[in-house]
């Protein structure tokens, strides 16, 4: 295939998978199962390698993120972000239309939105194109987070249809219900606190450094509010449709309301029906429909008059406290649950809410028997918000957080900055030792199949493992002694052990359940280390120097590698033949010439783009770094480079170079 033949298909694939994108996850009616949609990806990405002249940066490839840090520069809005005023009852809906109808005396209508719980975001596009993704921040400005908005897969790189040449849309970027369970689960397990709700997720993970973590996370976006020049509408209603078209994800429950009892209609209709949506709500925005009346109304000092935000009640309910009772995790960590008497909440009966450590049971002042209010943390995780202190029995005994573990009734620890109670006895405490065998045989993991929870358990109890290197000593009659296995089930979990000799080191390291390392940490230190010897022997300095790994990680892994117990079933797994480290093929024209530097690559280049050059400093060894610091060798300076970039690289003494000079330290 020559390069105009390749053009021609990668045109043709980018179209096609974008329109996939689009009907996927904006309209959700797919037209193509995941299999051929990852053909189709699998060849544009083989294609553009093959041709790296035809990658276009609004490529479908160019979703997943990239690992290099990158410091969010402000942006001044070229719109103020203002908040909205916030309403609670009808009363004050139907003042708000009074004083809009004293305003002016024309007709109008109402648009009705629901207001999803999130954070908000504006996208300019520029030609068709996503230029740049800005956060609210303080209303004026906001933070440059366009690498990580390019990851949410709901928002459109490029557009189709008869869209402005320049405008701004307007929205909310959520996490769904679904993603966050599981993104909690994650957390809880390698000893992280969990998010509080979907929106303070959907925020943190707008923020953070690393683009490639960002595209893990599944972020949504629903987008509202059209602004700029030349604009094809003048209702706000009207524009969305057009929105809608040109490949943007808007809420198909958007609705024109002509009167105050449509808008009442449609507050009592969604304060039921929003329980069954898949993201968060908190509420309906009102909005005059007319932009020429928007513009004509105008703005107080905070918000806009021509727009309301009616919020949401969230559901309370009144139960019981008959006992809290306490889970120990596979980390060590104590998880205190609050056992009510059923009661419904939001269409479903709770019977336990969390309560997540002993500073919340302090702060509630909670007693046995105690008359509570419980309501959903962001309409999903039930939560004690305050107890009714005028129904408590004098005599009530007082809940004081457990000094000693509730399975092996070792005496608990606490440990400094930390908010949760450990149990320490990795190696006797029953819920740990299962919960790390469950851990290592999973699917992001060493994914052995056949092994699940209840044949871990029965493992457990005939005393056949104790830890993960045991697995690797079972027999064929081992298994078929248990009860409910048979001879097929034994042969598929013996070829499963069998298969697992060959998944990555980064996937044995994360299996390995080492506190604060996750998937991601994981990843990160074997790509930076490349072995599990270097990585048992580094100092403190050697792993905060590895990307994302700050104090609190580094810390947890020296005093893992300082046990006795670990190093001993490191041994026992080596001599099972897994991979303790990075296998890495050798490229064409790789070399060490940049081994050991730290590069910057900032501003625009005549031969090369920033990424070509990115990719050949990493081909002869060097590492891309994303900030100056004293650290840094060299600075390669292209055209419309920053100028705090280039005063603090001469404050340092950073030698900058060309492209050409680069070029020059590795002949």
């Known amino acids: 295939m020559n ?32 299999y051929t949609f990852d053909q189709l990806m699998n060849e544009l990405i083989a294609l553009e390698q093959s041709f790296p002249d035809l990658l276009h940066e609004t490529s479908p490839t160019q979703r997943v993120g990239n690992d290099i840090n990158q410091d969010f520069k402000q942006v001044a809005h070229k719109y103020q972000m203002l908040s909205l005023s916030n309403t609670y009852t009808e009363e004050e809906v139907a003042d708000f239309d009074q004083r809009i109808r004293k305003l002016t005396d024309e007709n109008f209508e109402y648009v009705c939105e629901l207001k999803f719980d999130g954070t908000s975001i504006s996208l300019t596009y520029e030609n068709g194109k996503l230029v740049r993704a ?5 209303g004026e400005k906001g933070d440059d987070v366009t690498a990580n908005v390019k990851t949410i897969k709901s928002i459109p790189l490029r557009l189709h249809g008869d869209y402005p040449k320049e405008f701004e849309i307007r929205g909310e970027i959520v996490l769904p219900f679904s993603v966050f369970e599981n993104l909690n689960r994650e957390r809880e397990e390698i000893g992280e606190q ?13 923020k953070l450094q690393n683009s490639s973590i960002v595209a893990t996370r599944k972020l949504d976006a629903y987008l509202y509010h059209v602004l700029g020049n030349n604009l094809p509408e003048d209702g706000h209603y009207a524009l969305l449709q057009h929105a809608a078209t040109w490949g943007f994800k808007t809420s198909e429950h958007t609705r024109k309301c002509k009167s105050i009892e449509e808008i009442f209609d449609f507050l009592k209709e969604w304060n039921v029906r929003r329980k069954d949506l898949p993201v968060a709500t908190d509420g309906v ?27 949401f009640k969230a559901e309370q309910e009144r139960t019981i406290l008959h006992a809290v009772s306490y889970q120990v995790g596979r980390t060590g960590a104590v998880t205190p649950v609050a056992n009510l008497e059923p009661v419904l909440l939001s269409g479903t009966v709770v019977r336990r809410a969390t309560l997540h450590n002993s500073d919340v049971i302090a702060n509630l002042d909670l007693h046995l028997g105690d008359t509570v209010f419980i309501e959903k943390g962001g309409e999903i995780i039930p939560k004690i918000i305050r107890v009714d202190l005028s129904e408590r029995h004098p005599m009530s005994e007082k809940v004081d957080f457990i000094t000693h573990c509730p399975e092996c009734n070792t005496e608990l620890i606490k440990q400094e900055g930390e908010s949760a109670f450990y149990c320490p006895n990795e190696t006797g405490c029953p819920p740990q030792l299962k919960g790390k065998l469950e851990h290592f045989i999973g699917r992001k993991s060493m994914d052995i199949d056949g092994l699940g929870s209840e044949t871990i358990d029965l493992l457990f109890q005939n005393g056949l493992v104790q830890n993960v290197a045991d697995l690797y000593d ?15 089930s034994a042969n598929r979990i013996l070829e499963s052990l069998e298969t697992s000799r060959s998944v990555p080191f980064e996937r044995v390291l994360f299996s390995l359940g080492i506190r604060f390392v996750g998937e991601t940490v994981a990843k990160k230190l074997a790509r930076g280390l490349k072995s599990i010897v270097k990585i048992s022997s580094a100092s403190l300095e050697e792993l905060i120097a590895v990307d994302e790994i700050g104090t609190k990680i580094a810390e947890s892994i020296l005093n893992w590698f300082k046990e006795l117990k670990n190093q001993n079933l490191i041994e026992r797994l080596k001599a099972q033949h897994l991979n303790f480290e990075i296998i890495e093929q050798f490229k064409e024209g790789q070399t060490e010439k940049l081994a050991g530097l730290s590069i910057i690559v900032s501003g625009t280049f005549e031969k090369f783009s920033r990424e070509e050059l990115k990719n050949f400093i990493e081909l002869h060894g060097g590492k891309n770094v994303s900030s100056i610091s004293t650290k840094t060798d060299y600075l390669i300076a292209g055209e419309n480079i920053g100028p705090s970039k280039l005063e603090k690289a001469e404050k340092l003494k950073i030698p900058i170079i060309s492209e050409d000079q680069l070029i020059q330290l590795t002949e």
């Open 285 to 311: 925005v009102i909005k005059i429909d007319s932009i020429n009346l928007q513009q004509e109304l105008g703005f107080t000092a905070k918000s806009p008059r021509w727009a309301i935000a009616y919020k």
């Open 194 to 206: 969990p998010f509080a709700n979907p929106r303070n997720a959907a925020s943190g993970t707008l």
């Open 134 to 138: 800005v956060t609210r921040g303080d």
């Open 474 to 488: 079972l027999s064929f009659n081992d298994l078929t002694n248990l009860d409910r296995m048979g001879e097929k």
């Open 3 to 34: 390069q105009q033949e390749a053009a021609l298909r990668i045109a043709y694939l980018c179209e096609e998978l974008d329109r996939h994108n689009y009907k996927y996850y904006s309209l959700n009616q797919p037209e193509i199962d995941d």
